[in-house]
C-alpha cells in the first residue's frame, strides 16, 4: 500500500481516492471553464452599467482585461450603446438625398452645398454622446483610452 491506495487499485485508475475511468481533455475543460468565468464577468459588468456602480464596473474591467486585453468587455460596452442601436435601425431617405445634390456634387465649378440638417442634427448628438460616455469610460476602464477610441471608431 502506498498512501493509503493498494498497488491493484492505483492500476485500475485509483487517485487521491477518487475512481473511476473518466476521459476527459483537461485543456477543453480549463477553456469551457474561461469562457464561463467569462461570461459571467461580462453580465456582472452589464449589471453594474445598468446600476451606474462604476467602481464594480472597473472591477470587473480589470479581471476581464486579462481576457484577451479587454477586447471582449470593451466590444460588450461599445455594441450595447443605445446610440449605436438607435443609429443602426434609422434608415431614411436623407442618406441618399435628392438627385439635384448629386448634380451639383458632380459638377466642380458649382458652390458646395451647405451642411444637410440631418447630417448636422447626427454630429450634434454624436459630440453629447461622446461627452457623456467618455466621462462613464473613464470611471469604468483601467484603460480608458482604448475605450473610447473604440467608441469613436464605432461612430
Not at 443605445?82 to 442618406?95: A, G, K, P, V, W
Not at 453629447?128 to 469610460?137: F, G, L, P, T, Y
Request: with cysteine.
Amino acid at each position: 500500500m502506498v498512501n493509503g491506495v493498494g498497488a491493484k487499485s492505483k492500476r485500475q485508475g485509483v487517485t487521491n481516492g477518487v475512481t473511476g475511468a473518466r476521459q476527459f481533455d483537461t485543456r477543453e475543460v480549463i477553456e469551457k471553464f474561461i469562457e464561463t468565468l467569462e461570461n459571467d464577468m461580462l453580465k456582472l459588468f452589464d449589471d453594474f452599467y445598468r446600476r451606474q456602480n462604476f467602481e464594480e464596473m472597473k472591477n470587473c474591467a480589470i479581471v476581464l482585461q486579462d481576457f484577451n486585453g479587454g477586447a471582449s468587455v470593451q466590444a460588450a460596452f461599445v455594441n450595447q450603446h443605445q446610440f449605436f442601436i438607435d443609429r443602426s435601425n434609422l434608415i431614411t431617405d436623407e442618406i441618399g438625398g435628392d438627385q439635384e445634390t448629386w448634380i451639383r456634387l458632380s459638377d466642380p465649378d458649382a458652390q458646395l452645398p451647405g451642411v444637410e440638417p440631418g447630417l448636422q442634427s447626427l454630429i450634434d448628438e454624436v459630440k453629447v454622446v461622446v461627452q457623456e460616455e467618455s466621462a462613464i469610460i473613464k470611471r469604468a476602464f483601467p484603460y480608458p483610452e482604448q475605450v473610447l477610441a473604440k467608441f469613436v471608431q464605432r461612430v
